[in-house]
Nanobody
Framework: QVQLMESGGGLVQAGGSLRLSCSAS????????MAWYRQTPGTERDMVAT???????MYADSVKGRFTISRDNAKNTVYLQMNSLQPEDTAAYYC???????????WGQGTQVTVSS
């Protein structure tokens, strides 16, 4: 059993910054890809950023140059530094951890990010 706990969401003005964190606990000590997704009501959950166990990163075009994903493998934690936030970044943000076999994804409960104009 694996539990993911997110933190760091909140309300921020346009142009501001937030840092999201997501830590894993439970029966698995190592993970492959870690990622952040986001979702607004009535839409699909979209990938925001991913990072492999080797540190290779990938970003959605809409966040390139503004968001940075990083991870601490010793702490089983992934971070998302979000700068220059815009109202269109408003969403529920979810972390996802994939097991080392690539056969299962674990999801956090989501944290709300709201950017006011």
């Amino acid at each position: 059993q694996v539990q993911l706990m997110e933190s760091g969401g909140g309300l921020v003005q346009a142009g501001g910054s937030l840092r999201l964190s997501c830590s894993a606990s439970g029966s698995i000590s190592r993970f492959n890809t870690m990622a952040w997704y986001r979702q607004t009501p009535g839409t699909e959950r979209d990938m925001v950023a991913t990072i492999t166990s080797g540190g290779t990163t990938m970003y959605a075009d809409s966040v390139k140059g503004r968001f940075t994903i990083s991870r601490d493998n010793a702490k089983n934690t992934v971070y998302l530094q979000m700068n220059s936030l815009q109202p269109e970044d408003t969403a529920a943000y979810y972390c996802m951890f994939r097991n080392t076999y690539g056969t299962r994804n674990y999801w956090g409960q989501g944290t709300q990010v709201t950017v006011s104009s």
